[in-house]
């Protein structure tokens, strides 16, 4: 069973900057690509950034693009999300997902993930 944890989420002023941790278990974490997504209240969750298998390949959404950060360390089973210059629509809650299959280029539709961790919350107030 495939677990996804999402940690390092909070309540921040614009401006700062926030680090997402998602915890991976249940199978072989470093063949599979990760994404991060978000939603908003009242709105469609939408993508926001995604790594390949080993990390040399990433992908942003124009909105957090120059902004943030995705990485992944494999021998810890755990991608991030660096978030910088926080603004108050960056407002959602944050999801991670690992892609259905192996050894693929970062993917930004929802429908290519299989597994989806509970997400972490994350505010930022102006």
């Known amino acids: 069973q495939v677990q996804l944890v999402e940690s390092g989420g909070g309540l921040v002023q614009a401006g700062a900057s926030l680090r997402l941790t998602c915890a991976a278990s249940?199978?072989?974490?470093?063949?599979?690509?990760m994404g991060w997504f978000r939603q908003a209240p009242g709105r469609e969750r939408e993508y926001i950034a995604a790594?390949?298998?080993?990390?040399?390949?990433?992908n942003y959404a124009d909105s957090i693009q120059g902004r943030s950060t995705i990485s992944r360390d494999n021998d810890e089973n755990t991608v991030y999300l660096q978030m910088d210059s926080l603004k108050p629509e960056d407002t959602g809650i944050y999801f991670c997902?690992?892609?259905?299959?192996?050894?693929?280029?970062?993917?930004?539709?929802?429908?290519?993930?299989?597994?989806w961790g509970q997400g972490t919350q994350v505010t930022v107030s102006s």
């Open positions: 249940g199978r072989n974490f470093e063949t599979y690509g």
């Open positions: 997902a690992s892609d259905k299959y192996k050894f693929r280029l970062p993917l930004t539709l929802g429908n290519e993930y299989e597994y």
């Open positions: 790594i390949n298998w080993n990390g040399r390949d990433t």
